[in-house]
């Protein structure tokens, strides 16, 4: 049965029996209209939710953590240079989950600065208190702790988490967060013989205080200095010869798309950001800045050694870094010149992005195919173009999206939102489409109503890629096209089965077209992955809303909630 909306409530056998049982209505009652009740549905997920939260003790593990942020010096591209480690390590401790565990993190903040941590795709349902951002969160003070609560909550997949705050991003303080499916799901492909996590990222010889200086003096960073795997321009990951191996790949850097292949061997592409995929195989995949994806490899060539190599794409300056992937009966060191960068640029990088799609009889968190959800045939209640620009702002580089290069408050907005501060924030303080007039600072949020159907445009008319992020959802990436959008342009959308995620590229002079269901109240980061353009304005909130008070659309505010700015002394 075709759900009304995507509501995180799917109604099948399995659930309708879950709700006769627990709940007590009758076969009679559950008969929904083929053509879809909404108002039933919105009923029945409502008291599904209340039920379901019931459970979480029971059901749904607890995993607890204790982390410290501090200093360390590392040697990087042949420099010692100061990073940020968490519990010592460098890039942090890597998260392994499992489909609705619990999470209870608590973060020691040893660093002289005040420090967040943002848990890059991370849904939080119900929950943006815990997203880690500025716009919901204050600030972990020197010296203090904060503990996130947070729920993986039906995802799986590829995840990451890195510093939301000032330039700390560019010192490290990043992991990898890896999401198992439950025994009971199942997944599209044979369990592989074992699970290599690969952080890949550009990375700079200057300290994360002293690029924050040049953005703040109204220059823009220089190129970078290297490209790093693990942390490391040399690792080793190794396997036996005829097994078959996941490797998840993430980029983590600040600024730079990059190029992942494996010396003579292929990759077959089964997961993006959480969504299972047509499984083709690719000698190479560019991996945009923020997103990540997981590849099959066969370990199917004679015993020795391979490269595995990253390499920065669409730059006249070509940064390239290696690891060896090594046979367990190897005794032949990686030798021989390292495979060509793909020798297509922009076009065929969009083309190879067309060919991501979504496996629409493979189940993801929930054992419901993820085709059963039919997205192409839901027509949006609003449509939204957002054009990113780099203008001069007072004699200094900012970035904006529609003229608004956004401003911190020291009130996180979400707590403005909730104890009704004024002056934080104005709703819709940013226009839905691109108009004419100079670029402006403010705390930009725009307002949308829990369950509407967004069709989002991202227009890139400058000469540089972009890489956008939404938290608190995944949105279908239904189109790329070059030039100008118009509404012409929807003649040429995938609205049969492109595949959700968390982070999309759009190319220069190029737009990207995405589909988003509202379903997820709060206060959301709509962002560019490139952290300078984020730090210097090119991000606002998206405030998703209903006037109906519900436990079942979002959480009251956690009693450890960190006070600042106009909500400093304010309590529940």
């Known amino acids: 049965m075709q759900p009304v909306e995507r509501m995180n409530c799917w109604f ?39 039920w379901s939260a019931s459970l979480v003790n029971a059901d749904d593990p607890y995993r607890y ?88 909550k039906d995802q799986i997949g590829s995840f990451t988490y890195f510093p939301s705050t000032l330039l700390h991003r560019a010192a490290g303080g990043y992991g990898a967060i890896n999401i198992y499916e439950r025994p009971r799901i199942p997944i599209p492909f044979p369990v592989p013989d074992g699970d290599f996590t690969l952080l890949i990222g ?33 690792s080793t990951f190794s396997g036996d010869q005829g097994k078959t191996y996941m490797f998840r790949i993430s980029n983590v850097g600040m600024s730079t798309s990059l190029n992942f292949r494996i010396q003579g061997h292929s990759m077959k592409l089964v997961e993006v950001e959480g969504s299972h995929t047509v499984q083709n195989i690719y000698d190479s995949l560019d991996v945009h800045v923020g997103q990540s994806v997981a590849v099959l490899v066969t370990l199917n060539q004679g015993p020795k050694d391979y490269y595995i190599i990253a390499s920065t794409r669409f730059n006249r300056k070509i940064l390239t870094t290696t690891a060896v992937l090594h046979y367990s009966n190897s005794r032949t060191p990686a030798s021989g010149p390292l495979p060509a960068a793909p020798s297509y640029g922009y076009h065929g990088s969009m083309m190879q992005a067309r060919t991501y799609k979504w496996n629409l009889t493979a189940s993801a968190a929930r054992p419901n195919p993820q085709g059963s959800y039919h997205y192409g045939k839901i027509t949006p209640t609003k449509t939204i173009v957002l054009a990113n620009s780099a203008p001069l702002i007072n004699g200094k580089q900012r970035y904006a999206v529609n003229r608004v290069s956004y401003i ?96 999309v590229q759009v190319y220069p002079k190029s737009w990207t077209a995405i589909y988003v269901s509202l379903d997820n109240q709060g206060m959301w980061n709509m962002r560019s992955a490139i952290w300078e353009r984020q730090y210097l304005g090119q991000q606002f909130y998206l405030r998703v809303w209903t006037q109906v008070h519900s436990l079942a659309n979002e959480y009251d505010i956690p009693s450890n909630a960190l006070r600042c700015g106009k909500a400093s002394g304010i309590h529940s």
């Open 65 to 152: 953590y204790t982390w410290t942020v501090t200093y360390g010096t590392v040697k990087l591209l042949d420099v010692p240079q100061q990073v940020i480690l968490i519990n010592g390590q460098f890039p942090g401790p890597r998260l392994d989950v499992v489909t609705n565990d619990n999470i209870i993190l608590n973060l020691f903040n040893k660093l002289d600065q005040p420090f967040l941590l943002t848990w890059n795709g991370i849904k939080q349902r119900k929950n943006s208190w815990q997203d880690g951002v500025l716009g919901t969160n204050c600030p972990i003070p020197p010296n203090s702790n904060y503990t996130y609560k947070f729920q993986t």
């Open 408 to 503: 911190n408050s020291d009130t996180p907005l979400k707590l403005a939102d909730y104890f009704g501060i004024p002056g934080v924030f104005s709703v819709d303080s940013i226009e839905s489409s691109p108009s004419g007039g100079a670029a402006f600072l403010s705390t930009s949020v725009m307002s949308a109503n829990l369950h509407d159907f967004l069709e989002i445009v991202f227009q890139n008319d400058e000469k540089t890629m972009q890489s956008w992020h939404l938290d608190g959802y995944d949105f279908w990436v239904i189109g790329y096209g070059n030039g100008l959008w118009n509404s012409a342009k929807r003649s040429t959308y995938n609205l049969v089965d492109a595949l959700t995620r968390h982070t």
């Open 12 to 50: 099948n056998t399995e659930i309708y029996g879950i709700i006769r049982e627990h709940v007590g209505i009758s076969n009679t009652f559950l008969k929904i209209n083929p053509m879809g009740n909404a108002v039933l549905l919105h009923l029945l997920c409502g008291v599904l939710a209340v």
């Open 202 to 234: 550009d990375w700079y010889k200057t300290s994360h205080k002293t690029l924050q200086a040049y953005l703040d003096s109204g220059r823009a960073l220089p190129f970078p200095d290297g490209v790093l795997i693990n942390g490391q321009t040399y």
